[in-house]
């Protein structure tokens, strides 16, 4: 069973800068997906970057230059660098696993969830 756990959420000031960490255990799949989707106030989910199990990454154009998605050596866990964080990045930020490809599928497309972790950004 694929499983998920989000953690690294916190409050920081605009410009601050937060490592969130995604723990994935139970992926059996040769070739997969992880992305990272956040929530806003207005309930809008909204897919933030991706990273399949070869390390190719991609990203929204919103995040570009100040997010960076990796992995460790054993893939278990994926971490989503962010910094110069501004008050729009405010999300319950998810971590979801698809197999297969990173590149032209939605966020709605992965089957697997975590529970979230909270960012705030705020003065």
Known sequence: QVQLVESGGDSVQPGGSLRL???????????????????????????????????????????????????????????????NLK????SLYYCAAREGTCIGFSYRTFPHWGPGTQVTVSS
């Open 21 to 83: 960490t995604c723990v994935v255990s139970g992926i059996t799949w040769s070739r997969y997906c992880v992305g990272w989707v956040r929530q806003g106030q207005k309930n809008e989910r909204a897919s933030v970057a991706r990273i399949a199990n070869d390390g190719g990454a991609i990203y929204d154009d919103s995040v570009k230059g100040r997010f960076t998605v990796s992995q460790d050596d054993t893939k278990n866990n994926i971490y989503l660098q962010m910094t």
């Open 87 to 90: 008050p729009d990045d405010t």
